[in-house]
């Protein structure tokens, strides 16, 4: 059972098994078709063994020159997702645009296999994008990684239990880095944690808030574990974060929400407490009232900066993760006035409905661009009164035919106001 979403407000929430749309605002000007935005790798295999759950995306961000820092993002999924790696929300364009290259990892599902998998495919991507560095322009030294929910706990073991091969908790002993792919040399550590509302201590978390009975044997961590959690806690010391923590860990930024109803907040808390107590460097946000996810556009300047931070010295990006080419929208006009382009959910391949907000009449232009810059499909071309406009680009190009998966940009343009993007992703 994947944990209820209590996401509100203009965020779009990723759509399970493989259909996406990474949204929310990338404030941006309308570019010119010829400024490129940046190479991308898509479905690159990890492991080598052909499965779905051992591939990954690399994004380049549309400035600078590689080697980039890296960010890898993990998916929430309740571990129940094995090719969720398009569901990157809406914080890709606030990586992208804080100057940071993105790698995108799908993750075996519980259903495919128990715990230790799941850590163990992670720790794979990791290995594999530092050997691959120069391929993919990336700076192997700078890897940071982010996630929510239970991609949160994935990238916090991958914070805390770097260098951990075989770990053993009473009488069971798991292989914690394991042994997949081809590049079981090369370090799986990684230098920066951001960690959105992530489970820790799957024991605690019936006692402390949730409205979900995690001791259920069909809960979510009971399917990752491969047994009701209370008989088997030895196997969720050794998945807890909380186990591996030394004073050798990487810098951890935290948030969650004080009415979390799925992941309580005495999770983060436990382990906040925990680095804290070893000397690492930890910065935790509590947000009140925000439950499982919310409208989380302050977080995520946090997040940016924190990633700025340690891993990048990128002091000529402004404030808010974004550069000269993409100026924050809501600062562009002194009086405010601003074109705003929203999104909804996409079905694969399908239709995306492009919200436009005009403050008066003006003359438009909705425009599809590729991530090479190139535009692929002019929705409107026009005068249009003021008010919101509902425009539906059905995945096809100005020729008719269907677009190749991929990330796309909506980019809309008038006369006396600036532009609004919105980032699409179609698997």
């Not at 929430?13 to 259909?19: K, L, P, T």
């Not at 269907?402 to 343009?413: D, H, T």
């Amino acid at each position: 059972m994947p944990y209820p979403s209590t996401r509100s407000g203009t965020v779009v929430a990723a759509v399970r098994q493989g259909i996406a749309l990474a949204g929310a605002l990338l404030a941006a000007q309308v570019v010119d078709p010829g400024d490129a935005l940046g190479t991308n790798w898509f479905n690159q295999d990890y492991v080598g063994d052909g499965i779905i759950g051992h591939r990954l995306d690399v994004l380049q961000p549309p400035t600078g020159s590689p080697p980039y820092p890296v960010v890898v993002f993990i998916y929430g999924s309740a571990w129940q997702c094995n090719s969720c790696k398009n569901a990157v929300t809406h914080v890709l364009p606030s990586l992208l645009g804080g100057g940071f290259a993105v790698a995108t990892i799908n993750h075996r599902a519980s259903s495919d296999a128990i715990y230790p998998a799941q850590i163990q495919d992670c720790k794979a991507a990791i290995r594999f994008l530092r050997a691959n560095a120069t391929t993919y322009g990336l700076d192997p030294n700078r890897i940071g990684v982010t996630g929510s929910s239970s991609g949160g706990h994935l990238v916090s073991l991958l914070g805390t239990s770097g260098g951990v091969t075989t770990h053993t908790v009473g009488d069971v002993t798991m292989d914690i880095e394991g042994s997949l792919g081809a590049h079981t040399d090369v370090s799986s550590s990684v230098q920066a944690v951001c960690d959105w509302y992530g489970p820790t201590d799957f024991l605690i978390m019936n006692t402390c808030g949730s409205q979900i009975d995690h001791d259920a044997p069909d809960s979510p961590e009971s399917l990752l574990i491969g047994g009701p959690i209370q008989a088997h806690p030895d196997e969720c010391a050794l998945a807890n974060p909380i186990t591996y923590v030394d004073p050798s860990d990487p810098p951890f930024r935290m948030f969650h929400g004080d009415s979390d109803p799925a992941v309580p907040q005495c999770q983060s808390d436990s382990l906040h407490a925990a680095l804290a107590a070893a000397g690492v460097p930890v910065e935790y946000t509590v947000v009140p009232g925000a439950g499982h996810g919310w409208d989380d556009a302050t977080e995520q300047v946090l997040m940016v900066e924190f990633f700025q931070d340690v891993l990048a010295d990128v002091s000529h990006v402004p404030d808010g993760g974004t550069d000269d080419s993409f100026p924050d929208i809501a600062s562009s006009n002194d009086d405010g006035s601003h074109l705003q382009l929203d999104a909804h959910p996409n079905p694969v391949l399908g239709s995306t409905v492009l919200s436009l907000d005009l403050p008066e009449p003006e003359a438009v232009r909705i425009q599809i661009h590729d991530c090479a810059g190139r535009v692929v499909r002019t929705l409107v071309s026009d005068a249009r009164r003021a008010g919101t406009h509902s425009i539906r680009w059905d995945g096809r190009d100005d020729d008719g035919s269907r677009v190749p998966s991929g990330v796309y940009f909506a980019r809309a343009s008038a006369l006396s106001y600036s532009g609004g993007t919105r980032l699409i992703v179609l698997e």
